[in-house]
Protein backbone atom coordinates (compact mmCIF):
# COMPACT_ATOMS: atom_id res chain seq x y z
CA UNK A 1 0.00 0.00 0.00
CA UNK A 2 1.57 3.25 -0.99
CA UNK A 3 2.52 5.80 1.78
CA UNK A 4 1.14 9.29 2.39
CA UNK A 5 4.54 10.44 0.87
CA UNK A 6 4.47 8.79 -2.45
CA UNK A 7 0.92 9.59 -2.74
CA UNK A 8 1.38 13.70 -2.02
CA UNK A 9 4.29 12.96 -4.68
CA UNK A 10 2.01 11.19 -6.99
CA UNK A 11 -0.73 13.80 -6.68
CA UNK A 12 1.66 17.08 -7.34
CA UNK A 13 3.68 15.29 -10.26
CA UNK A 14 -0.14 14.99 -11.71
CA UNK A 15 -0.86 18.44 -11.17
CA UNK A 16 2.24 19.63 -12.60
CA UNK A 17 1.06 17.23 -15.57
CA UNK A 18 -2.20 18.98 -15.55
CA UNK A 19 -0.83 23.20 -15.54
CA UNK A 20 1.79 21.70 -18.36
CA UNK A 21 -0.88 20.84 -20.28
CA UNK A 22 -2.80 24.03 -19.81
CA UNK A 23 -0.63 26.44 -20.30
CA UNK A 24 0.00 24.42 -24.10
CA UNK A 25 -3.60 24.39 -24.92
CA UNK A 26 -3.12 27.89 -24.23
CA UNK A 27 -0.10 28.23 -26.23
CA UNK A 28 -1.81 26.40 -28.66
CA UNK A 29 -5.01 28.91 -28.35
CA UNK A 30 -2.93 31.62 -29.24
CA UNK A 31 -0.73 30.55 -32.33
CA UNK A 32 -4.45 30.05 -33.96
CA UNK A 33 -6.09 33.57 -32.90
CA UNK A 34 -3.73 35.66 -35.43
CA UNK A 35 -6.21 38.35 -33.91
CA UNK A 36 -8.58 40.19 -31.75
CA UNK A 37 -11.99 41.86 -32.22
CA UNK A 38 -10.26 45.19 -31.75
CA UNK A 39 -7.25 45.05 -33.70
CA UNK A 40 -9.63 43.83 -36.73
CA UNK A 41 -12.07 46.72 -35.64
CA UNK A 42 -8.69 48.75 -35.76
CA UNK A 43 -8.01 47.67 -39.65
CA UNK A 44 -11.22 48.60 -40.97
CA UNK A 45 -11.54 51.83 -39.82
CA UNK A 46 -13.45 51.66 -37.11
CA UNK A 47 -13.67 54.44 -34.49
CA UNK A 48 -14.53 54.42 -30.87
CA UNK A 49 -18.40 55.37 -29.72
CA UNK A 50 -18.18 59.29 -28.79
CA UNK A 51 -19.89 59.43 -25.83
CA UNK A 52 -20.57 62.80 -23.84
CA UNK A 53 -21.11 62.75 -19.48
CA UNK A 54 -24.92 63.79 -20.57
CA UNK A 55 -25.34 61.13 -23.13
CA UNK A 56 -26.24 58.63 -20.22
CA UNK A 57 -27.62 60.07 -16.93
CA UNK A 58 -28.96 59.30 -13.93
CA UNK A 59 -32.46 60.28 -13.70
CA UNK A 60 -34.08 58.21 -10.55
CA UNK A 61 -32.14 57.10 -7.46
CA UNK A 62 -34.32 54.03 -5.76
CA UNK A 63 -34.99 53.90 -2.08
CA UNK A 64 -36.21 51.86 0.21
CA UNK A 65 -33.81 48.92 0.78
CA UNK A 66 -32.02 49.12 4.63
CA UNK A 67 -29.06 46.62 3.85
CA UNK A 68 -26.54 46.28 0.32
CA UNK A 69 -28.27 45.35 -2.81
CA UNK A 70 -27.22 42.62 -4.05
CA UNK A 71 -29.55 41.60 -7.54
CA UNK A 72 -31.81 43.13 -9.61
CA UNK A 73 -33.94 42.35 -12.55
CA UNK A 74 -36.16 44.32 -14.96
CA UNK A 75 -39.83 42.94 -16.33
CA UNK A 76 -39.56 41.78 -20.15
CA UNK A 77 -42.52 44.10 -21.23
CA UNK A 78 -43.25 46.45 -18.69
CA UNK A 79 -41.27 49.34 -16.82
CA UNK A 80 -40.84 47.27 -13.33
CA UNK A 81 -38.02 46.41 -11.80
CA UNK A 82 -37.30 43.84 -8.53
CA UNK A 83 -34.48 43.81 -6.52
CA UNK A 84 -33.13 41.46 -3.40
CA UNK A 85 -30.95 42.61 -0.26
CA UNK A 86 -29.50 42.45 2.19
CA UNK A 87 -32.02 43.45 4.62
CA UNK A 88 -33.72 40.31 3.85
CA UNK A 89 -36.51 41.81 1.31
CA UNK A 90 -37.51 41.76 -2.48
CA UNK A 91 -38.91 45.04 -3.50
CA UNK A 92 -40.60 45.33 -7.08
CA UNK A 93 -40.43 49.25 -8.31
CA UNK A 94 -42.16 51.07 -10.69
CA UNK A 95 -39.31 52.42 -13.10
CA UNK A 96 -41.16 55.26 -14.36
CA UNK A 97 -42.71 56.86 -10.74
CA UNK A 98 -39.97 55.36 -8.70
CA UNK A 99 -42.98 53.94 -6.83
CA UNK A 100 -42.73 50.49 -4.77
CA UNK A 101 -45.74 48.15 -5.06
CA UNK A 102 -44.17 45.15 -3.07
CA UNK A 103 -42.08 45.14 -0.57
CA UNK A 104 -41.41 41.55 0.22
CA UNK A 105 -40.41 40.01 3.54
CA UNK A 106 -38.51 37.04 2.97
CA UNK A 107 -38.20 33.49 5.32
CA UNK A 108 -34.43 33.84 4.68
CA UNK A 109 -32.36 36.93 4.92
CA UNK A 110 -30.11 35.72 3.17
CA UNK A 111 -30.41 35.94 -0.54
CA UNK A 112 -28.64 36.40 -3.09
CA UNK A 113 -30.43 36.43 -6.84
CA UNK A 114 -33.67 37.50 -8.56
CA UNK A 115 -35.71 36.91 -11.21
CA UNK A 116 -38.94 38.42 -12.92
CA UNK A 117 -41.12 35.69 -14.85
CA UNK A 118 -41.70 36.81 -18.37
CA UNK A 119 -45.27 37.55 -17.52
CA UNK A 120 -44.43 39.69 -14.79
CA UNK A 121 -46.82 38.07 -12.53
CA UNK A 122 -44.01 36.48 -10.30
CA UNK A 123 -41.02 37.06 -9.16
CA UNK A 124 -38.03 34.27 -7.92
CA UNK A 125 -35.64 34.81 -5.56
CA UNK A 126 -32.56 32.19 -3.87
CA UNK A 127 -29.72 32.75 -1.45
CA UNK A 128 -27.84 30.76 1.15
CA UNK A 129 -30.75 28.13 2.20
CA UNK A 130 -30.10 26.75 -0.94
CA UNK A 131 -33.44 26.80 -2.06
CA UNK A 132 -35.50 29.43 -4.37
CA UNK A 133 -38.43 30.59 -3.47
CA UNK A 134 -41.32 31.73 -5.92
CA UNK A 135 -44.08 34.86 -5.13
CA UNK A 136 -47.09 35.70 -7.11
CA UNK A 137 -47.44 39.29 -7.14
CA UNK A 138 -50.98 39.00 -7.16
CA UNK A 139 -51.43 37.26 -4.12
CA UNK A 140 -52.58 38.75 -1.15
CA UNK A 141 -50.64 39.47 1.80
CA UNK A 142 -51.50 38.46 5.66
CA UNK A 143 -52.32 40.95 8.21
CA UNK A 144 -48.60 41.67 9.19
CA UNK A 145 -48.21 42.36 5.32
CA UNK A 146 -46.41 39.77 4.63
CA UNK A 147 -46.86 38.19 1.19
CA UNK A 148 -47.05 34.32 1.20
CA UNK A 149 -44.68 31.79 -1.02
CA UNK A 150 -46.52 30.29 -3.71
CA UNK A 151 -44.00 27.91 -4.42
CA UNK A 152 -40.46 26.58 -2.70
CA UNK A 153 -37.54 24.91 -5.22
CA UNK A 154 -35.71 22.42 -3.07
CA UNK A 155 -33.00 20.07 -3.91
CA UNK A 156 -29.75 21.93 -4.17
CA UNK A 157 -26.78 21.26 -1.45
CA UNK A 158 -25.44 24.62 -1.93
CA UNK A 159 -26.66 28.16 -1.69
CA UNK A 160 -28.62 29.47 -4.63
CA UNK A 161 -26.33 32.01 -6.67
CA UNK A 162 -28.33 32.93 -10.00
CA UNK A 163 -31.74 32.11 -11.52
CA UNK A 164 -33.40 33.03 -14.28
CA UNK A 165 -37.11 31.79 -15.85
CA UNK A 166 -36.42 30.57 -19.46
CA UNK A 167 -38.22 33.09 -21.97
CA UNK A 168 -41.57 33.19 -23.05
CA UNK A 169 -42.09 29.92 -20.73
CA UNK A 170 -43.78 31.13 -17.24
CA UNK A 171 -43.48 27.48 -15.72
CA UNK A 172 -39.68 26.54 -16.54
CA UNK A 173 -36.79 28.41 -14.60
CA UNK A 174 -32.91 27.62 -14.35
CA UNK A 175 -30.82 27.93 -11.30
CA UNK A 176 -27.18 27.86 -10.13
CA UNK A 177 -25.97 26.64 -6.92
CA UNK A 178 -22.76 26.70 -5.03
CA UNK A 179 -22.72 22.37 -5.04
CA UNK A 180 -21.64 23.21 -8.65
CA UNK A 181 -24.61 22.28 -10.68
CA UNK A 182 -27.30 24.26 -12.33
CA UNK A 183 -30.98 22.77 -12.30
CA UNK A 184 -33.73 23.33 -14.87
CA UNK A 185 -37.51 23.06 -12.70
CA UNK A 186 -40.94 22.96 -13.23
CA UNK A 187 -42.32 25.71 -11.33
CA UNK A 188 -45.57 24.18 -11.08
CA UNK A 189 -45.35 20.75 -9.66
CA UNK A 190 -41.67 21.99 -8.36
CA UNK A 191 -39.92 19.32 -9.43
CA UNK A 192 -36.54 18.94 -10.78
CA UNK A 193 -36.18 18.09 -14.48
CA UNK A 194 -32.66 18.46 -15.39
CA UNK A 195 -29.38 18.61 -13.41
CA UNK A 196 -26.59 19.65 -14.83
CA UNK A 197 -22.92 19.07 -13.49
CA UNK A 198 -22.66 17.31 -10.37
CA UNK A 199 -21.94 13.99 -11.15
CA UNK A 200 -21.11 13.93 -14.21
CA UNK A 201 -17.11 14.67 -15.29
CA UNK A 202 -17.94 17.24 -18.03
CA UNK A 203 -19.48 19.82 -15.01
CA UNK A 204 -18.40 22.29 -13.50
CA UNK A 205 -15.72 21.47 -10.39
CA UNK A 206 -16.20 24.38 -7.78
CA UNK A 207 -19.11 27.28 -7.28
CA UNK A 208 -21.53 28.10 -10.15
CA UNK A 209 -21.92 32.14 -9.33
CA UNK A 210 -23.90 33.22 -12.61
CA UNK A 211 -25.83 32.03 -15.79
CA UNK A 212 -27.60 33.23 -18.74
CA UNK A 213 -29.99 31.82 -20.98
CA UNK A 214 -29.82 32.17 -24.96
CA UNK A 215 -32.72 34.43 -25.90
CA UNK A 216 -32.52 33.62 -29.58
CA UNK A 217 -32.76 29.50 -28.76
CA UNK A 218 -33.62 28.66 -25.63
CA UNK A 219 -32.30 25.65 -24.92
CA UNK A 220 -29.42 26.98 -24.84
CA UNK A 221 -27.20 28.33 -21.45
CA UNK A 222 -24.39 28.87 -20.28
CA UNK A 223 -22.83 29.09 -16.98
CA UNK A 224 -20.25 30.68 -15.08
CA UNK A 225 -18.22 29.33 -12.03
CA UNK A 226 -15.28 29.99 -9.49
CA UNK A 227 -13.30 27.13 -11.34
CA UNK A 228 -12.56 30.13 -13.72
CA UNK A 229 -14.83 28.38 -16.72
CA UNK A 230 -17.81 29.21 -18.67
CA UNK A 231 -20.21 26.33 -19.51
CA UNK A 232 -22.42 26.17 -22.61
CA UNK A 233 -25.60 23.42 -21.90
CA UNK A 234 -28.18 22.00 -23.87
CA UNK A 235 -31.53 21.95 -21.64
CA UNK A 236 -32.28 18.61 -24.15
CA UNK A 237 -29.10 17.36 -22.60
CA UNK A 238 -28.51 17.27 -19.25
CA UNK A 239 -25.82 14.63 -18.99
CA UNK A 240 -22.40 16.51 -20.40
CA UNK A 241 -21.72 20.36 -20.79
CA UNK A 242 -21.89 20.93 -25.10
CA UNK A 243 -18.19 23.07 -24.82
CA UNK A 244 -16.12 24.82 -22.01
CA UNK A 245 -14.30 28.03 -22.58
CA UNK A 246 -11.19 28.84 -20.65
CA UNK A 247 -9.00 32.35 -20.41
CA UNK A 248 -10.32 33.93 -17.26
CA UNK A 249 -7.78 33.38 -14.24
CA UNK A 250 -10.46 33.81 -11.48
CA UNK A 251 -13.66 33.48 -10.36
CA UNK A 252 -16.61 34.31 -13.25
CA UNK A 253 -18.98 36.73 -11.27
CA UNK A 254 -21.57 36.91 -14.82
CA UNK A 255 -22.05 35.48 -18.11
CA UNK A 256 -24.38 37.12 -20.53
CA UNK A 257 -25.27 36.17 -23.61
CA UNK A 258 -24.72 38.90 -26.89
CA UNK A 259 -27.76 39.75 -28.79
CA UNK A 260 -27.08 37.79 -31.77
CA UNK A 261 -26.82 34.67 -29.59
CA UNK A 262 -23.89 33.83 -31.45
CA UNK A 263 -21.39 35.47 -28.68
CA UNK A 264 -21.36 36.16 -25.00
CA UNK A 265 -19.47 38.11 -22.20
CA UNK A 266 -18.02 37.56 -19.52
CA UNK A 267 -16.76 39.22 -16.08
CA UNK A 268 -14.50 37.93 -13.41
CA UNK A 269 -12.47 38.22 -10.16
CA UNK A 270 -9.64 38.87 -12.51
CA UNK A 271 -10.89 42.10 -13.17
CA UNK A 272 -11.18 41.71 -16.97
CA UNK A 273 -14.32 41.35 -19.23
CA UNK A 274 -14.25 39.24 -22.12
CA UNK A 275 -16.30 37.99 -25.41
CA UNK A 276 -16.41 34.86 -26.59
CA UNK A 277 -17.16 32.85 -29.74
CA UNK A 278 -20.17 30.29 -28.39
CA UNK A 279 -19.40 27.95 -31.34
CA UNK A 280 -15.84 27.89 -32.13
CA UNK A 281 -15.40 28.40 -28.10
CA UNK A 282 -12.57 31.10 -29.21
CA UNK A 283 -11.92 34.10 -26.92
CA UNK A 284 -12.36 37.25 -28.87
CA UNK A 285 -11.54 40.05 -27.03
CA UNK A 286 -10.47 40.76 -23.58
CA UNK A 287 -11.46 44.45 -21.90
CA UNK A 288 -8.58 45.90 -19.58
CA UNK A 289 -8.70 48.35 -17.45
CA UNK A 290 -5.98 50.17 -15.24
CA UNK A 291 -5.44 49.38 -11.36
CA UNK A 292 -7.33 51.41 -8.86
CA UNK A 293 -5.36 54.27 -8.02
CA UNK A 294 -5.70 53.57 -4.16
CA UNK A 295 -4.54 50.31 -3.54
CA UNK A 296 -2.83 49.86 -7.22
CA UNK A 297 -5.49 46.54 -7.61
CA UNK A 298 -7.71 45.60 -10.12
CA UNK A 299 -11.27 46.05 -8.74
CA UNK A 300 -13.17 42.92 -9.64
CA UNK A 301 -15.89 42.89 -12.55
CA UNK A 302 -19.09 41.65 -10.68
CA UNK A 303 -22.03 42.38 -13.85
CA UNK A 304 -21.94 42.15 -17.18
CA UNK A 305 -24.42 43.63 -19.86
CA UNK A 306 -24.80 44.52 -23.52
CA UNK A 307 -26.81 47.07 -25.17
CA UNK A 308 -29.23 45.91 -27.83
CA UNK A 309 -27.19 46.44 -30.28
CA UNK A 310 -24.15 44.50 -28.79
CA UNK A 311 -22.19 47.79 -29.50
CA UNK A 312 -22.01 48.67 -25.82
CA UNK A 313 -21.03 46.26 -23.04
CA UNK A 314 -22.12 47.59 -19.31
CA UNK A 315 -19.49 46.09 -16.39
CA UNK A 316 -19.87 46.97 -12.80
CA UNK A 317 -17.31 47.06 -10.68
CA UNK A 318 -16.47 46.57 -6.91
CA UNK A 319 -15.11 49.87 -6.32
CA UNK A 320 -18.08 51.18 -7.75
CA UNK A 321 -17.06 52.31 -11.21
CA UNK A 322 -19.63 51.12 -14.14
CA UNK A 323 -17.36 50.98 -17.23
CA UNK A 324 -19.19 51.25 -20.52
CA UNK A 325 -17.21 50.01 -23.19
CA UNK A 326 -17.19 49.78 -27.00
CA UNK A 327 -17.24 46.25 -27.54
CA UNK A 328 -15.54 46.72 -30.67
CA UNK A 329 -12.79 49.14 -30.10
CA UNK A 330 -12.22 47.41 -26.49
CA UNK A 331 -12.24 51.30 -25.18
CA UNK A 332 -13.89 52.63 -21.98
CA UNK A 333 -15.78 55.50 -23.37
CA UNK A 334 -17.99 56.49 -20.26
CA UNK A 335 -17.14 55.68 -16.69
CA UNK A 336 -21.04 56.29 -14.80
CA UNK A 337 -19.13 56.10 -11.16
CA UNK A 338 -17.25 59.77 -12.16
CA UNK A 339 -20.33 61.15 -12.72
CA UNK A 340 -22.53 63.21 -10.53
CA UNK A 341 -24.82 61.36 -8.36
CA UNK A 342 -23.07 58.38 -8.96
CA UNK A 343 -23.19 55.25 -6.67
CA UNK A 344 -21.50 55.57 -3.30
CA UNK A 345 -20.35 51.78 -3.05
CA UNK A 346 -19.56 48.78 -5.10
CA UNK A 347 -21.85 47.76 -7.89
CA UNK A 348 -23.37 44.79 -7.25
CA UNK A 349 -25.55 44.23 -10.18
CA UNK A 350 -26.60 45.59 -13.25
CA UNK A 351 -28.95 45.35 -15.97
CA UNK A 352 -30.79 46.72 -19.41
CA UNK A 353 -34.78 47.15 -19.58
CA UNK A 354 -36.09 45.76 -22.20
CA UNK A 355 -36.46 48.35 -25.32
CA UNK A 356 -32.55 49.22 -24.03
CA UNK A 357 -33.60 52.86 -23.00
CA UNK A 358 -32.45 52.53 -19.78
CA UNK A 359 -29.43 51.11 -17.60
CA UNK A 360 -30.26 50.25 -13.88
CA UNK A 361 -27.24 49.68 -11.09
CA UNK A 362 -27.49 47.95 -8.02
CA UNK A 363 -25.18 48.94 -5.46
CA UNK A 364 -23.74 48.01 -1.84
CA UNK A 365 -24.98 51.63 -1.03
CA UNK A 366 -28.52 50.33 -0.37
CA UNK A 367 -29.69 52.49 -3.86
CA UNK A 368 -30.73 51.42 -7.23
CA UNK A 369 -29.96 54.39 -9.60
CA UNK A 370 -31.70 54.32 -13.32
CA UNK A 371 -29.63 55.85 -16.19
CA UNK A 372 -31.14 57.13 -19.02
CA UNK A 373 -30.14 57.50 -22.63
CA UNK A 374 -29.91 60.98 -24.08
CA UNK A 375 -28.64 60.00 -27.48
CA UNK A 376 -26.73 57.04 -29.18
CA UNK A 377 -30.34 55.40 -29.22
CA UNK A 378 -29.26 53.89 -32.93
CA UNK A 379 -25.85 52.72 -31.45
CA UNK A 380 -27.63 51.34 -28.02
Not at 6 to 15: F, Q, S, V, W, Y
Request: some cysteine; hydrophobic content about 35%.
Amino acid sequence: MASVAELKEKHAAATASVNSLRERLRQRRQTLLDTDVEKYSKAQGRTAVSFNPTDLVCCRTLQGHSGKVYSLDWTPEKNWIVSASQDGRLIVWNALTSQKTHAIKLHCPWVMTCAFAPNGQSVACGGLDSACSIFNLSSQADRDGNMPVSRVLTGHKGYVSSCQYVPDQETRLITGSGDQTCVLWDVTTGQRISIFGGEFPSGHTADVLSLSINSLNTNMFISGSCDTTVRLWDLRIASRAVRTYHGHEGDINSVKFFPDGQRFGTGSDDGTCRLFDMRTGHQLQVYNREPDRNDNELPIVTSVAFSISGRLLFAGYSNGDCYVWDTLLAEMVLNLGTLQNSHEGRISCLGLSSDGSALCTGSWDKNLKIWAFSGHRKIV
